[in-house]
């Protein structure tokens, strides 16, 4: 999808490699910084081919504005979800689970990873494969590894993609996503290399054009990121008026007798069934909002983007196109617009509270120094930001 988020560091780290020594990671004299990267992927085997497309890359002003554009994470989890998950991605995504059923099969028997699950980020992505991004793959990563502000994040999957591009997998001017992601799922280079599969047997893998590569790639990628066959993802309940709000949150993981026995039951208001496994208490807009059981697949949703909007998104809509009815967005406490949200990150920021950039979105970091607020001045410990919280501070 053209939107897509910034925070791709867990998905990177995870396919990342060391790089050989590096004269200068970023900056200067763009031409010398270039050869450092020749340097690099000669030393990995990349010839010719993939050395003159390097040759030719060129920095692209466009892909820094986008890099530094957020805007849409400013929204919150119903105002992102409810845009995302459109009547046109459900109709859709049933009928490409129906259409391609075999090699949804073949994915779930291989890999273990549900349609559901890559359909969802399939519409998500590229709404099935009709908007796959116009940037120049290679000019982008050269751009946003060449930038200072987060080339770790990036660097790693240049010479991946030179790869790709050498072996003829690629061609040189291949277009995406401007972060460096492509095909119908959008793939990183690093993944399109190591988790590429053949869907189609015609001996290519083809992330671009071919429905059963995609699906199948998809299904390794999300594989290699954790996920466990035949387990749950997310469950939407319903939260009491009063429970231990400082036992909330995705990675507080706890059995769901223990949640029952605190209130917490289905949305329909039967008590939850413990199923064995352990579970966090997702509360995206606080305690009076949505609320979700998180359990260890819907980690891997993070691995994809750490994005907890985004995320989340993704797991509904896979929800959804399992069956789920929509959720209940309930009556969540008005929370803060952008200025206010900046305003609360500063004067978290003044407490020694690491929350990032000051930008107004709230990411993982400021959710947990909101908590730890929370818990300071007494009030219930959700992670959601309101008026009083930012008064008291």
């Not at 699950?117 to 982008?140: N, P, R, Y």
């Amino acid at each position: 999808m053209r939107l897509r988020s910034k925070v791709l560091a867990a998905a990177l780290t995870l396919c990342a490699t060391a790089l050989p020594a590096m004269a200068q990671e970023c900056g200067g004299d763009f031409e010398s910084w270039k050869q450092g990267v020749a340097a690099e992927a000669r030393a990995a085997g990349v010839g010719a081919v993939g050395l003159d497309a390097l040759e030719a890359a060129t920095l692209d002003d466009k892909v820094l504005a986008r890099d530094r554009a957020q805007g849409v994470f400013t929204q919150t989890f119903v105002e992102f979800s409810n845009r995302m998950i459109s009547a046109y991605r459900l109709k859709q995504g049933a009928a490409n689970i129906k259409k391609y059923a075999d090699v949804f099969a073949r994915a779930d028997q291989q890999f273990g990873v549900q349609a559901p699950i890559i359909a969802a980020f399939w519409a998500l992505e590229t709404d099935f494969g009709a908007v796959q991004g116009d940037f120049h793959t290679l000019s982008a990563l050269v751009t946003l590894s060449h930038d200072c502000r987060r080339p770790q994040l990036f660097r790693q999957q240049l010479v991946p993609l030179l790869e790709l591009i050498d072996r003829g997998v690629l061609p040189a001017d291949v277009r995406g996503a401007w972060a460096g992601e492509i095909g119908q799922t959008q793939i990183l280079p690093s993944d399109y290399l190591a988790r590429g599969v053949d869907g189609d047997g015609d001996g290519k893998i083809d992330l671009r054009g071919s429905v059963p590569d995609v699906i199948m790639t998809t299904a390794n990628k999300v594989l290699s990121r954790g996920w466990k066959r035949d387990q749950p993802w997310i469950q939407e309940v319903r939260v009491p008026e009063d429970m231990p709000w400082d036992q909330t949150g995705r990675t507080n993981k706890l059995p769901l007798s223990q949640w029952a026995q605190w209130g917490v039951t289905y949305p329909s208001g039967a008590p939850l069934v413990d199923n064995g496994l352990k579970a966090g208490l997702a509360l995206p807009m606080g305690r009076k909002g949505p609320a979700f059981l998180t359990y260890d697949n819907f980690d891997v949703y993070l691995e994809w983007n750490q994005s907890f909007t985004y995320a989340l998104t993704a797991a509904n809509l896979a929800a959804r196109l399992a069956g789920a009815p929509p959720l209940d967005p309930r009556n969540p406490e008005t929370g803060l617009n952008n200025e206010q949200m900046k305003a609360l990150q500063t004067k978290l920021e003044a407490k020694g509270y690491d929350v990032g950039t000051v930008d107004g979105i709230l990411g993982t970091n400021t959710r947990e120094a909101i908590r730890k607020e929370q818990t300071r001045l007494g009030l219930p410990v959700d992670g959601w930001p309101t008026p009083e919280l930012l008064g008291k501070l």
